[in-house]
C-alpha cells in the first residue's frame, strides 16, 4: 500500500552532515512543536500512526527509493543525501546487499544481510558528550561497529546513566531524555483493595550528563580506524572490503570465545574490566553461542565491541592470525561439540581462506570439515 507525494513542508531543519534519520526526525519535532508521528509523516516519510518509533528504527537503517523520492518532494533533499541518513549510505561497499546467503545461494533481504554484519534494529549507542554539545545523534552510531568517538577520544555508551537502561528511541525522541520505563513506588491497588501495586514513569535523564570513559589506548583507536576505513570505503573496493569486515567479524567471535584478559594488557581499565565480567559469565556457559552469552537485549555493549575488535584487528593484521590465541586455542579433542556452539556456521563459511587453519583448531577438524562441504557444495 503507497503513500501519497507529501506536500513541500514551508520550513524544514536540514540534517547535518552523518546526522542520522531518526535524529533528524527527532530534531524536526521539537523545531515544528508538532508530534513525532506528524513530523514523520509531513517529512514524506511514513503515514501518520501509532508505531512510529519502531517504524523510524526500521528507516534509519533503509529507506527505499520511493521513500527518498517523497522525502524530496515534501523537504527538497535529494535522494542521495536522505541515503545518507541511513545505513544505506554503507551499502556500496561494506553492507552490501548482493552478499549471497551461503545455505541458498540466493541474495538476502536487506535486514538479513544486515544481522550477519553487526548490524541490529534495537541497537544504539551515543557519545555523552556528542550529545550535551548539540544533541545530534551519528548514523554511525546506529552501527555496534562504533565504539569511539573521534571527535572526543571516548568510547560511546549505551545505557542511561541515571536507569542503566538501553537506550530505546523507538518509545519516544531523542531530544527528550532517556525514554524508559521505571518504577517510580507503590500505590494502594483499585482492582485489589488492600494490595499494593507498583506504578513506573518515564526515566527522562539527559543522556548528555553520561561519563565519557577517554580512550587513552592507541590500538583501540587503531582498531576503529581499520573498521571505518573498511565502511567508508569507495564502491569500487566494496567486495574487498565487505569481505575484510567479514573476516573481521569472525575474528571478533573467536575473541570473544577465546580471548582472555592477557589478550588485553595496555587496554583501557574500563575495557578491561567489562571484558573480565564478560569471559566469567562466559567460562560458566560452555555451550553458549557466543552472541547468546553476550545478551539479546542490548547485544552490543561499546566497551565489550572495543575489546572484541581490539584483538580481533591485532589477528587480520597479524602474519599468522591463529598465533595471536595460540596459547588458549584448544588442540582438537573432546571439547569439539561445545566450542561448535559457540560460532554461527555462516561466521566460518564467509571468512576467508586464510583462517581455514584458524577455525579448525577453533571449532575442531570433523566440524570445520563438515561445515566446507556444506558450503562448498556445487551451485545447482
Ligand atoms: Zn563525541
Ligand atoms: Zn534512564
Redesign the pocket.
Given at each position: 500500500m503507497g503513500i501519497g507525494m507529501p506536500r513541500r513542508m514551508a520550513l524544514v531543519q536540514l540534517p547535518l552532515p552523518d546526522e542520522a534519520l531518526l535524529s533528524w526526525v527527532d530534531h524536526n519535532t521539537a523545531a515544528l512543536g508538532l508530534t513525532r508521528s506528524r513530523t514523520a509523516a509531513a517529512l514524506g516519510l511514513m503515514a501518520a500512526g501509532p508505531s512510529t518509533g519502531s517504524q523510524l528504527q526500521n528507516l534509519t537503517h533503509w529507506i527505499s527509493d520511493a521513500t527518498a523520492a517523497r522525502i524530496q518532494a515534501a523537504t527538497g533533499i535529494q535522494p542521495a543525501a536522505s541515503l545518507r541518513l541511513t545505513l544505506r549510505r554503507y551499502q556500496p561497499a561494506a553492507l552490501g546487499a548482493d552478499v549471497p546467503s551461503p545455505d541458498e545461494l540466493r541474495p538476502v533481504s536487506p535486514q538479513g544481510m544486515l544481522s550477519r554484519q553487526f548490524v541490529y534494529r534495537q541497537f544504539i549507542a551515543y557519545c555523552p558528550t556528542c550529545v550535551r554539545e548539540h544533541g545530534r545523534w551519528s548514523i554511525d552510531w546506529h552501527l555496534p561497529w562504533t565504539f569511539t568517538c573521534p571527535r572526543h577520544h571516548c568510547y560511546l555508551t549505551g545505557?542511561?546513566?541515571?536507569?542503566?537502561?538501553a537506550v530505546a528511541p523507538r518509545r519516544g525522541p531523542l531530544t527528550s531524555?532517556?525514554?524508559?520505563l521505571?518504577q517510580a513506588g507503590s500505590r494502594p491497588s483499585r482492582s485489589h483493595p488492600g494490595h499494593t501495586e507498583g506504578y513506573s514513569r518515564r526515566?527522562?535523564?539527559d543522556?548528555g550528563t553520561a561519563r565519557a570513559i577517554a580512550v587513552e589506548d592507541t590500538r583501540v583507536s587503531a582498531a576503529q580506524q581499520y573498521v571505518n576505513g573498511l565502511l567508508d570505503a569507495p564502491a569500487h573496493c566494496g567486495a574487498a572490503a565487505r569481505q575484510a569486515l567479514t573476516d573481521l567479524r569472525t575474528m571478533v567471535a573467536v575473541a570473544l570465545r577465546f580471548g582472555r584478559l592477557e589478550h588485553l594488557e595496555d587496554a583501557d581499565p574500563a575495557v578491561r574490566r567489562r571484558f573480565g565480567k564478560f569471559a566469567t559469565r562466559r567460562d560458566g556457559l560452555p555451550y553458549a553461542y557466543v552472541y547468546g552469552v553476550w545478551g539479546t537485549k542490548d547485544p552490543f555493549d561499546p566497551l565489550l565491541m572495543a575489546a572484541g575488535v581490539r584483538i580481533a584487528h591485532h589477528m587480520v593484521t597479524s602474519a599468522d592470525p591463529s598465533a595471536v590465541l595460540a596459547p588458549v586455542l584448544p588442540s582438537d579433542g573432546p571439547q569439539r561439540r561445545e566450542r561448535s556452539f559457540a560460532f554461527d556456521r555462516t561466521d566460518w563459511v564467509r571468512a576467508s581462506p586464510r583462517y581455514a587453519q584458524l577455525a579448525r583448531r577453533a571449532i575442531g577438524i570433523g566440524a570445520y570439515e563438515a561445515i566446507a562441504r556444506k558450503v562448498h557444495r556445487p551451485a545447482q
Open positions: 545505557v542511561c546513566p541515571a536507569c542503566q537502561n531524555g532517556c525514554t524508559a521505571i526515566c527522562g535523564a543522556l
